[in-house]
């Protein structure tokens, strides 16, 4: 069936280090959704990439959508303590946009 | 409200027992969706509304899991004769619409303990 992964599954940064997360799809995509889950708490939506190659930045976080449209990073440059979390990518389930498949994530720590 | 409602927050059901779980989304929001949770792992797709209308139930687990939202407003996900691989959290989330750039907003999720 349909997966999504993402590596690495725990990736541990000094304060100031940067920090990627990578996302692969087993299908093409029609969208992809990227979500942070902090300790403790539920997902809170970060950004929708939709089209081939598309690039967006929300300050220090850029985010990367591949050509094929079955791959996707996530960046961040000079990791914060605040950016501790999990990471996770999401894309529709077959042509179901209501039926999202979430990767497993990328957990984050960072030491200060 | 302003953010997505979700109760109980926490609930502890023993084997066997019928429980149901409420979600009260952000108003006007027209998609509803519910989402499984164990730990360490990423949320797993049970079911998702348009308005009143259930489109998509295809990750309900088993016939003893049955959602609903009568009124295009609350939801309901009732798990029927709890087991105790339903101990899980799950998350509610609203969405404006099903399509375009609208993420989901999810509420703080109902932690499900199965002794």
């Known amino acids: 069936g349909q997966q999504v992964m993402q590596i690495p599954q725990y990736q541990h940064v000094q304060e100031g280090e940067d920090f990627t997360t990578y996302c692969n799809s087993s299908?093409?995509?029609?969208?992809i959704q990227w979500y942070k889950q902090r300790p403790g708490g539920h997902p809170v939506f970060l950004i929708q990439?939709?089209?081939?190659?598309e690039v967006k930045k929300q300050k220090r976080l850029t985010f990367q959508f591949g050509e094929a449209k079955k791959n996707s990073s996530l960046h961040i440059t000079a990791t914060q303590t605040t950016d501790v979390g999990t990471y996770f990518c999401a894309g529709p389930r077959g042509g179901s946009q209501g039926n999202l498949i979430f990767g497993k994530g990328t957990k984050l720590s960072v030491k200060p | 409200g302003a953010g997505v409602s979700q109760s109980p927050r926490y609930k502890v059901a023993k084997r066997g027992q019928d429980v149901a779980l409420r979600c009260d989304p952000i108003?006007?929001?027209?998609?509803l969706f519910w989402y499984q949770q164990a730990l360490g792992q990423g949320p797993e797709f049970l079911t998702y509304f348009q308005n009143e209308a259930q489109l998509d139930k295809s990750g309900l687990p088993s016939d003893r899991f049955f959602a609903e939202r009568p009124e295009g407003s609350v939801s309901t996900l009732k798990i029927q004769r709890t087991q105790q691989e339903d101990s899980a959290v799950y998350l509610c989330?609203?969405?404006?619409?099903?399509?375009?750039?609208?993420?989901?907003?999810f509420g703080s999720g109902t932690r499900l303990t199965v002794v």
């Open positions: 990439l939709v089209k081939s190659g």
């Open positions: 989330a609203s969405s404006l619409r099903d399509r375009g750039p609208y993420g989901y907003t």
């Open positions: 108003s006007g929001h027209v998609s």
């Open positions: 299908t093409t995509l029609s969208n």
